[in-house]
């Protein structure tokens, strides 16, 4: 199963640095718009067979001009959404980021025990995202696309590619519309076997012209540990 891991597109609130988690979220800047409208060229080399996009605004329209020129339907699932910001949510101070980053980082280096400040831990936010990952295997699809967020995209790959360790989540952040390529085997009596990260573009998809520095928002932070 190949799995493409798509960031959604500039929101105004990655612009302020807020910690928008929150369902129904703000859609997009007309720069995400753009970003959004690369994704087709950018990604016409993939053989994708399913387009899936969180309950949030902001990937559903990131998802749907592939989703046009593919001719497929933009399935929604709420496992794919943003870690929860709890307590921390619409806040954009250092505090809150650090704090926010942190629990991501103890949740990557095993500690899923772990809880967001008001909110909920490592194992139900990891857990939720297994789970959707694991309905499109059973599906038999081989090469879905997924449009999702930066903190959960970067904390599940890290968390369950079995080729980085803990510390990739702190070097490497996720420019919007920035895409995580993983594989992994099918194995003979069912299931996969380990994911393997191919590929994580910290440039925005389409090109430098499309990264707009230090508008990303917190997702895209590095952690500081």
Request: proline share 5%; no cysteine; hydrophobic share 45%.
């Amino acid at each position: 199963m190949r799995l493409i891991l798509i960031r959604h597109g500039q929101t105004p609130s990655n612009v302020e640095h807020f910690l928008d988690t929150a369902v129904p979220g703000p859609g997009l800047t007309e720069l995400g718009q753009e970003q959004a409208a690369s994704l087709p060229e950018a990604l016409g080399h993939e053989p994708i067979d399913g387009i899936f996009a969180s309950n949030l605004v902001r990937t559903q329209l990131t998802a749907a001009p592939l989703a046009a020129a593919l001719g497929l339907p933009v399935d929604i699932r709420d496992g794919l959404r943003e870690i929860s910001a709890g307590e921390l949510e619409m806040r954009n101070d250092r505090d809150a980021i650090i704090a926010y980053l942190k629990t991501v980082y103890s949740w990557v280096s095993g500690d899923t025990a772990v809880r967001m400040p008001g909110g909920p831990d490592g194992a139900a936010t990891l857990g939720r995202f297994d789970a959707v990952i694991e309905e499109l295997a059973a599906a038999g699809l081989k090469s879905p696309a997924l449009f999702s967020h930066g903190a959960i995209i970067r904390a599940w790959a890290t968390a369950r590619a079995a080729n980085v360790g803990a510390d990739f989540i702190v070097d490497n952040g996720l420019s919007n519309t920035g895409v995580a390529v993983l594989e992994a085997e099918d194995l003979s009596g069912g299931g996969l076997g380990p994911w393997q990260l191919l590929t994580w573009m910290g440039e925005a998809v389409g090109g430098g012209d499309l990264r707009d520095y230090g508008s990303d928002g917190p997702a895209a932070d590095d952690v500081t540990l």
